[in-house]
């Protein structure tokens, strides 16, 4: 009877902690959902381990395809900064889909009409837009590495044989059998034979060890899929379609795959179920038998488990999109558009303004040719370059643009703004410059959409004379064809130079009360001001600095001739 009672008594606590577990998992599942709806709209607040943003990159690099934002305009631009201010993501193939669409502008309507499909979608439906959450939860990250980063050095595993496994096993059972007539023959075969299995499994085990990673990331993103492919989301259906056909491929990784992703490998948690069953792996090597069976299985079909990743990063990057949206609305308290494209080589922007700045000034523009800017240092030439750029940019990857009204065709984007010596070739400036330049121009010769270029301070690495002169040549070079050149420059007399060519825009300060004001605010025509030396008085330089610098600058606006001011 006390048995009975005691044994009663045990099932109604495995009930009970059953019961609890249960109850846990719904009520940490229902406080996230709350979190998700809570964040969604608001800027996401994450740190990024250096490791782990150095492989955001990755599917990027895996997908190289014409008119991909370079190095040098991604750098230019500071677009790992908007990146960061977008990324809502909850899984690795989520934050690597974004990052590959921030680098890979659309050259044709398609594929963002149908982005835009799902964005609203997701953003009118919370309900849906949650579950799709939940799921991408589910899949999570795998920390400081890439899926990707795994799976390209599957290949130095080898081909891996269950041969010997195999024999090992079998050697165990017929001396199993041997025990019924040599007991002490026998009893030591298998003493020795799994002994020899132990002293072998943790040298085996150490080599799939980093792999078994990726195989845990994979058999999760199956599962998600099997969660996807149910939901009811009528824009996904040409995405559940894909998913469930590449997944139906990967269905032989499935089998036995509890073997090589549960347990520890020799280092239990205490449970003795756990316990028991990493000694049976030992003994038989059977987490090892299936991990290459599972390895065999992955190197068939590694297309894939590609397609499938892009899939699922395609539906959480339109997720992360319409988060974006809202985060400028509410967070940055700003208005977006849906920008327009059109054929004719013009670029219209109404009210654009740099999505990185807190509160910033908006500006207008509509060009159908190249664009001269002027200006003051510090008055804003460079960063409406920026505002540019970026809206082109966020125009045909995230089909969102920070300003009322954006037009434009199709663009192939670069930029050369931002540069510096490059210490570790040994190169200039001025080489690493016109280098920069030069990639803008062999761009505009091939066949395709049109460039649209931004050039900041234009030669500044070379002397006054000869800067002037390539600069006009090359500037003149960048309005011709299907290029449409923004670029912005200290060198007045290029305003002259390239009239026929280029519009003249400017910036200007205001100087009162000793100190000076800028208002950013796009002007037309060429700058009339200048604040260099100003700047220098307002900085406490001596005056005799200033009166000098001040006389030599006018003789040489009178005469065209470097003099010296005398005290």
Known sequence: MEYIVFF????????????????????NRKKFEQKLLRDYGKLPEREYKLERFARINSYYLKHPKEGQIDDITWNDLDLDEVFRQMNHSLSSAGEEYLYYTLRTPEMSPDRLEHQEEMVQYFDR????????????NQLGTMGNFSLYDYLEYLGDLGKRSNGKHFAAIL?????????????????????????????????????????????AYIMRLLHVCDGLVKLPIPVCEKEWEVIKKHKAKLSGMKSGSFW???????????????????????????????????????????????????????????????????S?????????????????QRLKLEEGYHPLIQKPVKNSIATDR??????????????????????????????????????APFFRVLSSMAL?????????????????????????????????????????????????????????????????????????????????????????????????????????????TRNAIKLLELMGYDEKIIREATGMAEDFIRTGNWGSSES
């Open 125 to 136: 439906n919370e309900r849906q837009r949650v579950d799709v959450q939940l799921l991408m």
């Open 8 to 27: 009663g008594a045990f099932i109604l606590f495995l009930i009970f902690i059953f019961i609890k577990g249960a109850y846990d998992a719904r009520k």
């Open 370 to 407: 190249g664009v001269l800017l002027t200006g003051s240092n510090a008055s804003g030439k460079s960063t409406f370059l920026k505002t540019v750029a970026l809206n082109a940019i966020l125009a045909q990857t995230i089909h969102t643009c920070a300003a009322s009204c954006y037009e």
């Open 420 to 528: 510096r010596d490059d210490l570790g070739s040994g190169e200039s400036y001025y080489i690493v410059e016109i280098k920069s330049l030069k990639r803008i121009l062999d761009a505009s010769a091939k066949e395709g959409c049109p460039v649209l270029c931004f050039v900041d301070e234009v030669l500044r690495g070379t002397n006054t004379v000869e800067r002037i002169a390539a600069s006009t040549q090359i500037l003149k070079s960048l309005a011709k064809g299907n290029i449409l050149c923004f670029a912005a420059t200290h060198d007045i007399e290029l305003t002259d130079l390239l009239k026929e060519e280029y519009e003249n825009y400017h910036f200007e300060e205001e100087i009162r009360e000793g100190d000076i004001f800028f208002n950013y605010k796009l002007l037309g025509g060429k700058a009339t």
């Open 328 to 344: 400028i609305e509410q967070s940055l308290e700003n208005e977006w558009c849906i920008p327009g494209f059109i054929k004719e």
């Open 171 to 215: 050697g165990i059972v017929l001396l199993i059998v041997l025990c019924f007539f040599q007991p002490s023959v026998g009893i030591v075969g298998v003493v020795s034979l799994i002994c020899y299995n132990i002293m072998t499994y943790f040298r085996e085990k150490n080599e799939i060890g980093p792999y078994v990673v990726s195989f």
């Open 260 to 326: 090589v992703l549960s347990g520890g490998g020799g280092v239990s948690s205490g449970n003795p179920l756990e316990i028991l069953m990493d000694y049976f792996r030992m003994a038989f090597h059977v987490d090892i038998i299936v991990f290459n069976r599972m390895l065999s299985e992955l190197n068939k079909h590694l297309e894939d488990v590609d397609v499938l990743a892009g899939e699922i990063g395609c539906v959480e990057t339109s997720i992360c999109i319409a988060a974006y949206r809202r």
